[in-house]
């Protein structure tokens, strides 16, 4: 399992990700999967906003190891979470790119959510942030968000 608790006024500080806004500064993000502690509150707050179609699940329930998943709590609360997919690049024929024999990855971004108590408050753009940011250690080209409507 990886979990990575961040600091977001440090990694902000270091130009990284945004800063979060005062009201919701106590907020701690952390990448999730099935093996996650809170993975069934994530799942759940998922569901509930009508996005698990867009999560990577087998039939028993396992998230894809292409796919990943950062999620914001207040406590134990989730209050954001963002998912998001590394895969070959593509021609507009549909052939993976290559570059020296080996095939370009970008990240595509999936599902994306704020409560309303935290909407507008920068918790997504911290987690945009953070996504552009793994992809970019997963040594993907680029993060396409041109499946949603985000930051």
């Given at each position: 399992m ?8 440090r ?13 919701v500064?106590?907020?701690?993000i ?5 093996w996650?502690?809170e ?9 509930r ?21 950062f999620?914001a709590?207040?406590?134990r609360r ?13 021609t507009?024929q ?6 020296a024999g080996?095939?370009?990855?970008e990240?595509?971004?999936?599902a ?9 408050q ?7 942030g ?17 499946a949603?409507?985000?930051?």
């Amino acid at each position: 399992m990886v979990t990575t608790e961040t600091q977001p006024k440090r990694a902000a500080q270091k130009g990284l990700i945004p800063e979060l806004t005062a009201p919701v500064s106590k907020i701690r993000i952390e990448a999730v999967d099935n093996w996650h502690q809170e993975w069934v509150a994530v799942l759940t707050a998922i569901r509930r906003s009508g996005q698990e179609a867009a999560l990577m699940l087998d039939n028993d329930g396992w998230l894809s190891a292409r796919q990943t998943v950062f999620a914001a709590f207040n406590g134990r609360r989730v209050v954001a979470y963002l998912a998001f997919h590394v895969a070959p690049s593509k021609t507009t024929q549909g052939a993976v790119v290559l570059e020296a024999g080996r095939a370009v990855l970008e990240a595509r971004l999936d599902a994306i959510w704020s409560a309303n108590d935290v909407a507008g408050q920068g918790v997504d753009h911290v987690l945009t942030g953070m996504a552009e940011a793994h992809a970019l250690m997963l040594q993907c080209r680029t993060f396409r968000h041109d499946a949603l409507d985000v930051c």
